[in-house]
């Protein structure tokens, strides 16, 4: 490879001191951000950090792209006299910290798991695991491919949008002393935590990584120092904290099946192994934590406390994924067992409870929040199917979900610092306030919602995946209504509003406007490569036989990409003659009973006062408010997590 | 549900209770009040019918000689029919046709002369 | 540039095919209430008619709306035509019901916004029970496409008996007949004014009732997969199902969504659910 | 927030007469509602001022287009009681039978319209078909077909031959057998019970303190009935009102459709008893001076018109209470608590006649 002009100075710095180019920017996107994190906190100028966060999500960005699978065997070994004693270091100053965190805040559960922790860590690393770790450090392929790319593509851009996000943040709430740098620091702390985790081929590097991001995860969602923050962020340490030490005792017990912590090897390795299954429940467990599955679900709830960049990054586009990601990292390990079977029935689960619990609420995050639960519920469950169609499905969810999703985070964020509230009723008719975002946020939900978009393709694999499972498939067309039913309310809620003079963008900071654009396009760009990307995600099976003639098919099916595209493309043209049209046209009032007032939405009330005629969705708090239900789903939840665990001892 | 099925196959098979109204219209009972005509012949212009009329729709002037009268604030009462003493109010047994623009009825009478003409205002 | 020819023709024959059903649906109902009804040609003289009238919209996303329901409905059934998968179709008719309810939510009258959320829940209901019939499609033929029908070589009514009964009430739903014409039906008479289409005047209110005749269209194809042994249960399962729903109109009162939801969907996706079952069992 | 609100009317398909509801509404339940009046006002108690006393016999008819003969009786009654005239014992009876024409074709034009309000398209048909024949036995009888104006003080304008009388019978034989064939969906349909019982419920007590009158309070099981006072020939004649106990919408349905037989019992028996003699008595002078206040049954319920005179050609005061304006704060009991879809069945309820309301 040769090395491009302009690339960044470290990529330059390392390339020339020997390495290989793909080991330096595996350094880039670990590394990198950590000292970033530290210049963030050191410097304490405002134009510095922004200055600094542009360059590491720039470098991020393009590292990310640069980088090519495979690695060779012996990818980083000679680092790893280097790298191992300095990750174990830091995990247990890691430990320490959160060990710290629970006296401080004297939460018994949090000193409890970590302590825990910390004793099974010790005995782990001094007693247990062998000290030759011949085995490749990193693994780059598709998978950890897709999700470099989203950690560092969305989440680079969803930093960049935080720069203005904070300032306006911190104006509103005026602390003694401002916590940018802290904030700014932890995000792209969080950055490089996320890189080393799905690039890494270590199992205890991947824990240490695992932790990292929860400690991130709890310093941001307390980022506002409110009580509510607090109590939300304590309890995010403590079910992660919870995963974390399932994650241990399942590092254990693999550990005892095969001795060796090379992760892919693992995965070959274990899968046909019965003794097996138990440490294998045991990591899903821990990946049910970190994906905030019911019944987990309540710390991802509380975390949309935090501000909206957080949200956006950690809790729906990359931290939430390590879960699935670790879950799809095993999934041949389990495949075609009753573990694989229960996995699918508790995802598919987790998919429909949480899209019926969305119905109920009216807080816009919350919404988003339930989304992200279901979504990853639903990409579980493709681990659990475990075919090759399923694996590629999961993957392609994962991406098209992070991007529309990241995008939508970012546009309520966007919307919430003009209208200062969550409610999606004070959000109603966003797009006549704030067309640019209104409209965004409307695409963002079309994206997710309807075809040609990429989340309905993978939706439609795993519709055709699934179909052999009856009642998973009934959980899948249940789920997949109650998802288009909150979506289309929340997305009809913003267009609401009449009288609509012209498409004038609203004022609002480069840096803000910049990610919702970029994201926005990226969505519809990575609707319009789809045939290429599954060139790339699916595996070469005799089954399948991607893109010919742009109609995916299938053995069962067939996706017929070129047709749905041409329609779209041809309704957009056609859309933007009549919009045109219909804008020049004579505007009307609605029909309000023939008692219209000067006002659009003023009708002649009683007494011949003026009455704003008003709508508020339907929210159906009896039917699917979280009060009444949330026990009763955790309670079912945990019986979908038994049967699990009961596949799992039974075989 | 069941009990109107019988209803509705029994419509189905029967004969439809609407007709195509005004290509066919229907033919009015004996006694309907209909379309008010006045006789010039008989009309003494003696005003009863102005006065009993309770839409005031009848004008009469003895002196020009008219009788005025406006279908449109008509209620096709029949007050005035009853209250003429000459006998030369009457209602037809048919309705007024339908017609797009506003009508005035002025006759012409002339006491005791057999000369009429109707003409109408638009 | 054959295939656009013969797009064009199934679109055309569609479009005839739908608008001579409305006619006699409305000529049927007519006589079934004892009135004489219309021509059979008039929907077409209606539509022609708002075609040619003025624009006029309370929210620009209005004059979107109608163009992306009918090109979805269009699409889905060429889909059909082309003996496509069956989830895909869904998938396409679905986001003509999503452009359907974001145009209704957009104006700001407060019927039509209502009427849009109803219109979800009648969504639920039509679209669950259409995706478990795709799924016990999957589980007879083996695939997803509308072609294993035809192939399976016996009625696929004998295997689906109750699903066919929940299709009824996805037809119905559809159809915007009581019980369930809920979220807009055919005359104003309602709560809700028009529902749906209250704001919609003129050419796009005409191009939602083109998209509305092919959304019947399509459904009563869905309809004759489930006799697809040859051309007469083709033609005659359908045909007998649109009369059926058109005598359900004429002998209920409409009833309440919470009704719909509760009681008819809940017994619908039951039954469908214990087909699959039993297909599989 | 303050949820949805919702203008229902005054120009709204379902009502059959502008009435405005402002309602507040929660998920598609009624949380409150607010009547408002007067968007048909037309002033015609005024009109008492310019028309003298007979020429109002044809404006009162205005007041309502569905029970315009009950209008013009009591007003010609009031003013009879005033003038001390006593009508003819046929024109007692000949007014019975009108009365309850007109009692007949209301409460089927309400069902009718009580159907389509709960999306029964069909059933409304058949009910107004149904109806067309007593049209047409009103056209027949008294030359028009809503609008009858056969009343004057002093007795009717139009008599009923020996022939009228019979073929009145036969047609009402049919309207019988027509009716009939609707009972079993009218009272025993599914989906008709579904949307009608339980919905709208006034107990006995509340239908009372809040003044109903007519079907609606015997609805509630309070058998009131402004017959049973014997006016006209309705002293001569056999019947008792109509009760329910359930108060709901499906009651006031049942109240109704019972009352129909009733009507078609009581113009057999007044024709059975029609007396011989002259339709009316002549009536010379003018009101002399003096108040008076008559009551009657509509197919709503109590109608009172409170008549003053100053022995001059011009009423002093007209005031007419119709019965809708007493059953419409009923509705702010009904409705909160409803769905929104059962918002047009209970207020097609009460019966609404809001040209009556407004005058």
């Keep these: 490879m040769t090395i491009q002009p302009g690339l960044t100075g470290s990529i330059f710095f390392l390339s020339i001191t020997g390495s290989s180019m793909t080991e330096a920017i595996l350094v880039v996107l670990i ?120 950690v560092c593509l969305v989440g680079g851009l969803i930093c960049l949008h935080a720069i203005p996000y904070m300032q306006a943040h911190e104006q509103h709430q005026n602390p003694a002393r401002s916590r940018q740098p802290q904030f700014f620091a932890l995000l792209l702390l969080f950055l490089g935590a996320m890189n080393g985790l799905v690039l890494t081929n270590h199992l205890a590097h991947f824990y240490f990584f695992f932790e990292l991001t929860t400690l991130c995860s709890f310093l941001l969602i307390g980022h506002d120092r409110s009580k509510e923050a607090m109590d939300n962020a304590l309890t995010a340490l403590w079910m992660n904290g919870l995963g974390g030490l399932l994650l241990l005792f399942a590092i254990q017990g693999l550990y005892g099946q095969s001795a060796m912590l090379d992760m892919t090897g693992l995965a070959a390795a274990t899968a046909g192994n019965q003794a097996a299954l ?374 | 549900m069941v009990f109107m099925i019988p209803v509705v196959l029994k419509n189905l098979f029967g004969r439809c209770a609407t007709r195509p109204y005004p290509q066919s219209p229907r033919q009015l009972f004996a006694g309907s009040r209909g379309q008010l005509i006045n006789d010039a012949g008989k009309c003494i212009l003696c005003g009863t019918c102005a006065r009993s009329c309770p839409s005031q729709c009848l004008t009469v002037s003895r002196k020009e000689g008219l009788w005025q009268y406006e279908p449109f604030a008509c209620v096709f009462c029949g007050v005035c029919v009853e209250a003429c003493p000459a006998g030369s109010l009457s209602q037809l047994g048919q309705w007024r046709p339908a017609v797009r623009e506003r009508e005035r009825v002025v006759l012409k009478v002339e006491v005791k002369s057999e000369k009429s003409g109707v003409r109408s205002e638009a | 540039m054959q295939t656009t020819a013969l797009a064009l023709a199934v679109l055309g024959a569609a479009l005839l095919l739908g608008g001579l059903l409305s006619g006699l649906d409305r000529r049927l109902t007519a006589r079934l209430q004892s009135r004489q009804g219309p021509p059979f040609t008039q929907p077409f003289f209606d539509v022609i008619k708002l075609l040619a009238k003025e624009r006029m919209v309370t929210n620009p996303w209005q004059a979107f709306s109608p163009l992306a329901t009918l090109s979805a409905a269009a699409c889905a059934l060429l889909l059909f035509a082309w003996q496509g998968d069956l989830l895909v179709i869904l998938f396409v008719h679905m986001a003509g019901g999503v452009f359907l309810v974001l145009g209704a939510m957009a104006s700001p009258s407060p019927y039509s916004q209502i009427a849009g959320q109803r219109e979800l829940w009648q969504m639920l209901c039509c679209e669950t029970l259409l995706f478990v019939m795709a799924g016990a499609l999957y589980l007879t033929t083996g695939s997803f496409r509308v072609s294993g029908a035809a192939a399976l070589g016996e009625p696929l009514l004998y295997r689906l008996p109750l699903l066919f009964a929940a299709f009824l009430l996805a037809l119905t739903v559809k159809m915007r007949k009581s019980p369930f014409d809920l979220a807009g039906c055919h005359h104003a008479h309602q709560e809700l004014v028009r529902g749906v289409f209250t704001e919609y005047v003129g050419p796009h209110l005409g191009l939602l009732e083109i998209a509305h005749w092919l959304e019947v269209v399509l459904y009563l194809a869905i309809c004759s997969l489930f006799w697809a042994t040859g051309p007469w249960g083709m033609i005659l399962l359908p045909l007998t199902a649109f009369l059926a729903v058109i005598v359900l109109d004429n002998v209920s009162a409409r009833l309440t969504w919470r009704w719909m939801l509760g009681w008819g969907w809940g017994a619908a996706f039951v039954l469908s659910a214990v087909n699959l079952f039993w297909l599989k069992g | 927030m303050a949820g949805t609100i919702l203008p229902f009317g005054p120009q709204h398909p379902v009502l059959p007469e502008p009435l405005h509801l402002n309602l507040q509404i929660e998920d598609e339940i009624v949380v409150s509602a607010t009547p408002a009046f007067g968007y048909v006002h037309r002033g015609l108690e005024k009109l008492a001022d310019i028309r003298d006393f007979r020429q109002m016999i044809q404006v009162v008819e205005r007041v309502c287009g569905i029970c315009s003969m009950i209008h013009a009786l009591t007003y010609c009654q009031g003013l009879e009681e005033l003038m001390g005239i006593e009508p003819t014992p046929r024109a007692r009876f000949l007014r019975v ?183 009316s008595v002549p009536v010379k002078g003018r009101p002399p001076a003096g108040e008076v206040v008559a009551r009657a049954e509509q197919p709503r319920g109590e109608c009172l018109y409170y008549i003053k005179a100053n022995g001059g050609k011009f009423l002093d005061r007209l005031r007419i209470r119709t019965p809708t304006f007493a059953n419409i704060p009923a509705l702010t009991v009904m409705l909160p608590g409803i769905e929104l879809a059962d918002v047009p069945v209970v207020l097609l309820s009460i019966d609404p006649c809001i040209s009556c309301t407004e005058r």
Excluded at chain 1, 64 to 87: N, V
Excluded at chain 1, 96 to 108: D, I, S, T
């Design chain 4, 97 to 279: 039978i009108w009365s309850e024409l007109h009692r007949l074709h209301s409460h089927l034009l309400w069902l009718g319209l009580f159907a389509d309000a709960m999306g029964f398209e069909s059933l409304f048909m058949q009910l107004w078909k149904v109806r067309e024949r007593i049209m047409d036995i009103n056209e027949a009888t008294a030359g028009n077909r809503v609008i009858l104006s056969v009343n004057v003080i002093g007795g009717v304008r139009r008599d009923l031959d020996s022939g009228q009388t019979a073929w009145i019978l036969s047609e009402l034989a049919e309207v019988e057998k027509g009716f009939s064939a609707m009972s079993r969906t009218i009272l025993h349909d599914y989906t008709v019970q579904k949307r009608t019982r339980g919905k709208g419920a006034l107990s006995r007590s509340q239908a009372m303190e809040l003044g109903c009158v007519g079907p609606m309070l015997r609805a509630s099981g309070v058998s009131q009935d402004m017959r049973l006072l014997g006016y006209a020939a309705y002293g001569e004649l056999e019947f008792a009102p109509v009760v329910e106990q359930d108060g709901d919408c499906y009651a006031r349905c049942r109240v109704r459709f019972a009352e129909l037989g009733q009507s078609i019992g009581l113009i057999r028996q007044a024709i059975a008893k029609l007396p011989a003699g002259d339709t």
């Design chain 1, 278 to 651: 138990l440490p294998l429940s045991l990591l899903l467990l821990a990946a049910f934590t970190k994906s905030a599955q019911l019944p987990w679900q309540r710390w991802l709830l509380g975390a949309m406390v935090a501000p909206t960049p957080t949200s956006a990054l950690l809790h729906s586009s990359t931290m939430v994924k390590a879960g699935v990601y670790l879950a799809l990292r095993f999934a041949p390990a389990f495949a075609h067992t009753l573990l694989a079977q229960g996995l699918m029935l508790a995802g598919g689960f987790t998919f429909l409870a949480a899209a019926a619990l969305a119905i109920g609420q009216r807080n816009a995050k919350k919404v988003l929040a339930y989304s992200t639960i279901s979504n990853l519920g639903l990409i579980f469950a493709c681990a659990g199917i475990g075919t090759p169609a399923a694996v590629a499905a999961a993957m392609l969810l994962i991406l098209f979900h992070a991007v529309s999703k990241g995008l939508l985070f970012l546009c309520v964020g966007t919307a919430e610092q003009q209208v200062h509230s969550r409610d999606i009723e004070v959000l109603r008719g966003l797009c006549a306030r704030m067309p640019l975002t209104g409209m965004i946020a409307v695409l963002a939900v079309l994206t997710l919602i309807v075809p040609p978009f990429g989340m309905l393709l993978g939706k439609w694999l795993v519709f055709e995946a699934g179909a052999d499972h009856l009642v998973f498939y009934l959980m899948l067309v249940l789920g997949s209504s109650f998802t288009l039913l909150y979506w289309v309310r929340l997305a009809g809620t913003l267009l609401a509003s009449g009288q609509v003079e012209g498409f004038k963008p609203e004022r609002q900071p480069l840096l803000s406007r910049f990610p919702l654009v970029a994201l926005a396009c990226g969505a519809v760009v990575l609707a319009l490569g789809a045939p290429i990307l599954y060139g790339r995600l699916l595996p070469g099976g005799q089954t399948w036989s991607a893109g010919r003639g742009g109609v995916l098919t299938t053995a069962v099916g067939s996706f017929p990409l070129d047709v749905l595209f041409a329609v779209a493309a041809l309704l957009g043209l056609l859309a933007l003659f009549g919009v045109s049209r219909a804008m020049a046209g004579r505007k009307a009032f609605p029909y309000l009973a023939g008692a219209n007032t000067r006002l659009p939405d003023h009708f002649v009330g009683p007494m011949n006062r003026p009455v704003r005629a008003m709508v508020e969705n339907s929210y159906l708090a009896p039917f699917f408010g979280e009060e009444r239900w949330t026990l009763w789903v955790n309670l079912a939840a945990a019986g979908f997590l038994l049967v699990m665990l009961g596949g799992a001892l039974w075989q």
């Design chain 1, 31 to 150: 590394i990198v951000p950590f000292f970033a994190a530290l210049a963030c906190l050191l410097i304490r100028s405002t134009a510095c950090r922004a200055c600094i966060v542009i360059a590491t999500a720039a470098m991020l960005a393009v590292s990310s792209l640069l980088l090519q699978g495979p690695l060779a065997p012996d990818a980083g070994l000679r680092w790893a006299g280097l790298i191992d004693p300095l990750i174990t270091g830091c995990d247990f100053l890691l430990l320490a910290v959160m060990f710290y965190l629970g006296c401080r805040y004297r939460h018994p559960l949090i000193v409890l798991l970590t302590a825990g922790q910390l004793g099974l860590f010790v005995r782990l690393e001094f007693f247990v695991f062998a000290k030759d770790r011949g085995h490749a450090l990193f693994q780059v392929d598709v998978l950890s491919l897709t999700l470099v790319r989203v």
